[in-house]
């Protein structure tokens, strides 16, 4: 059974961080590329981070680049997003992604889905 569960989320004010993981299990997680999608009330899915089957390359939405750090742990079956600075407009749920070889930048191309975690930033 596939199952990729977030945690990590929360409220924070603003300027603040949060460090979210996504632990994975039912299928074998180092063949896959890992990502992080949020969704914001009355907004389409949209692309935060991506990273690639051995870590090397890192892909980020123009919005969060240097401020986010999208890591993963092989070992663990685990991926991580680091958000740092963060904003209200970061506010949203956090989805993990997974997609067979490469990262997806396309919600349209994941393979599996995590169930979200909520991340609220209050100003």
């Known amino acids: 059974q596939v199952q990729l569960v977030e945690s990590g989320g929360g409220l924070v004010q603003a300027g603040g961080s949060l460090r979210l993981s996504c632990a994975v299990s039912?299928?074998?997680?180092?063949?896959?590329?890992m990502g992080w999608f949020r969704q914001a009330p009355g907004q389409e899915r949209e692309f935060v981070a991506g990273?690639?089957?051995?870590?090397?390359?890192?892909k980020y939405v123009d919005s969060v680049k240097g401020r986010f750090t999208i890591s993963r742990d092989n070992a663990k079956n685990t991926v991580f997003l680091q958000m740092n600075s963060l904003k209200p407009e970061d506010t949203a749920v956090y989805y993990c992604?997974?997609?067979?070889?490469?990262?997806?930048?396309?919600?349209?191309?994941?393979?599996?889905w995590g169930q979200g975690t909520q991340v609220t930033v209050s100003s």
């Open positions: 992604a997974a997609k067979k070889f490469f990262a997806a930048r396309d919600s349209r191309d994941v393979d599996y």
């Open positions: 039912g299928f074998n997680f180092g063949w896959y590329g």
């Open positions: 990273i690639s089957r051995n870590g090397g390359t890192r």
